[in-house]
């Protein structure tokens, strides 16, 4: 496997990061869930480790994404990407912002008066989940975003080569651009706020960043299988399409109780439940594609591609219908059930996808034949088993908390710190289970193709 254009290889640099940020989300998670039984342990409070934990996933999932792309692009176009300098320019950018936003987050946590308004504007952390960035922040995402869309835009124009998988791929890249605006302004009113927040963040999850898997799914089966292009992408097109349909409108499923109006009970409840049916269709695409090739390029690869399709339907679809329908939300609202559901989602849906891209597409960035799979396949039994007890612990805690503070009417503190003190004890031995993963798979990505092959490479299945 080799790279078919030279400037492909700046991929490399973000996936870099990407996989470093991992780890720190992934330490700071474990931090997190210690605080959990031990609240005074670390120097650094609940909240901002929180903040850390969620900004980094989000940040390094975008980052992968971006590598992603500039590998996906220029293979598409089949030309050479239209400005190296420019991607490099926009990748230390987002280096050097991430971690000043970091030592933002840091700074005022030692000392809180650090982000005290000035002009009305607070210039460490917004205090919006998920979107914490500060104002300064938000005006260089956008900047580097709109040089990362037009290095690739220019790049199609250069063949004018549009394929079906790198324009849906460039789409969903534009509307997660687009849906990143209505996050970045205030409104006194706690409903208008939360209204347009959910945009970015539902939007993003159970929009623009699932059509962007599909795309990177049609990709990745296309590469490791060899099927026909044609086929993948008339599936490609269904799956994104009804991705469309049912998560555009589930986004009612946030509007049930932050006052917004009652109409939104019937939308969300009857849109969101329809969301695991297109991230079905992708499992079954990925299994049907597999089951009909007979030779198989890159192994590692498509077992990631198909553990990402079942991942995200049991994540996202499973654990996400079980609480949609307003008349279970109503009881489970904010609870650890949303946690569990957070965590799986995030995981099957993105990491899972980001890591995929990455066995798929670096062995040719390094330009190895065969590497050694063991420590890929180690890796993904370490994650995955971890996370899916996370998932059952957090779950538990959940139904005790819904059963115990929502119908006895018991004090949240008094569940927390009694009733469910088992469940954050599993959940913290668990997560240095998926620690020791995340630490075989970042070896793993630094060691892949330099060092001597020991078992050969199975090519068929
Ligand atoms: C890959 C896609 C998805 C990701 C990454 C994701 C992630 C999340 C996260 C992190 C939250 C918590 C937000 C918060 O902080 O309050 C959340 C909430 C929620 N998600 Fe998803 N989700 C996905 C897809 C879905 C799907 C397909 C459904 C429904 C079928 C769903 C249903 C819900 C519901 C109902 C809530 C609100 C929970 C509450 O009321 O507390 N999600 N999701
Ligand atoms: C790649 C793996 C992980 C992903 C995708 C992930 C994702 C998330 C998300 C989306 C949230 C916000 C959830 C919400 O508000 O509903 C969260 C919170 C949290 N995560 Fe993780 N996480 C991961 C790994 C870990 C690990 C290994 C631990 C440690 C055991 C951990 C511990 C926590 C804790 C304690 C919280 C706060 C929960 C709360 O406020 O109730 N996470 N994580
Ligand atoms: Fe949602």
């Known amino acids: 496997m080799t790279i078919k254009h030279e400037s492909q290889k700046i991929a490399q640099n973000f996936y870099t990061f990407a996989v470093l940020l991992f780890l720190v989300q992934v330490v700071v998670g474990i931090i997190a869930a210690v605080q959990f039984m031990w609240p005074e342990f670390f120097i650094l409070n609940f909240n901002i480790i929180r903040s850390l934990h969620i900004n980094a996933l989000v940040v390094w999932l975008l980052v992968g994404m971006m590598g992603a792309t500039y590998y996906v692009v220029p293979e598409e176009s089949e030309t050479e990407l239209w400005s190296v300098p420019l991607a490099k320019f926009q990748f230390w950018a987002t280096v050097i912002a991430t971690t000043a936003v970091v030592l933002g987050y840091i700074w005022m946590g030692i000392n809180p008066q650090a982000n005290n308004a000035i002009m009305g504007i607070n210039p460490l952390n917004e205090g919006r989940e998920y979107i914490e960035a500060p104002r300064w922040a938000d005006i260089l995402i956008v900047v580097s975003v709109l040089l990362f869309l037009l290095n690739c835009v220019m790049t199609v124009l250069k063949t004018k080569k549009w394929t079906g998988i790198q324009g849906t791929l460039l789409g969903g890249l534009t509307i997660l651009a687009l849906m990143y605006l209505p996050g970045m302004f205030y409104t006194k009113s706690m409903v208008k706020d939360q209204y347009w927040w959910w945009w970015v963040v539902h939007l993003w999850v159970e929009g623009a960043w699932e059509v962007i898997a599909g795309a990177l799914l049609a990709f990745m089966l296309m590469k490791t299988t060899g099927v026909k292009r044609e086929v993948v992408e008339k599936w490609m097109y269904i799956e994104v399409g009804l991705v469309m349909f049912t998560g555009i409108l589930g986004i009612g499923h946030h509007y049930y109780w932050i006052g917004t109006p009652s109409y ?27 089951r009909e090739t007979r030779v198989v390029t890159n192994k590692p690869g498509l077992y990631y591609t198909v553990a990402h399709a079942i991942f995200n339907f049991v994540g996202a679809g499973l654990w996400g219908v079980i609480h949609t329908l307003p008349q279970v939300n109503k009881w489970t609202h904010g609870t650890q059930i949303t946690t569990a559901h957070g ?62 503070e929502r119908l006895m009417g018991l004090d949240y503190v008094a569940v927390k710190s009694t009733y469910n003190l088992w469940f954050w004890i599993f959940r913290a031995i668990f997560g240095v289970g998926f620690l020791i993963g995340a630490g075989i798979f970042v070896v793993d990505y630094f060691k892949l193709g330099k060092e001597p092959m020991t078992a050969p490479r199975p090519t068929t299945q």
């Open 264 to 290: 939104w009970l019937w939308i969300g409840g009857i849109f969101s439940s329809l969301e695991p049916v297109p991230l079905l269709i992708m499992v079954w695409d990925a299994f049907r594609t597999t």
């Open 343 to 404: 965590h799986l989602a995030f995981y099957g849906a993105y990491v899972l996808l980001v890591m995929a891209m990455i066995y798929v597409t670096l062995p040719a960035i390094r330009g190895v034949k065969e590497f050694n799979s063991s420590r890929a396949y180690q890796s993904f039994w370490w994650l995955t088993i971890s996370m899916v007890f996370i998932v059952l612990t957090i779950t538990g805690a959940g139904m005790v908390q819904v059963y115990m």
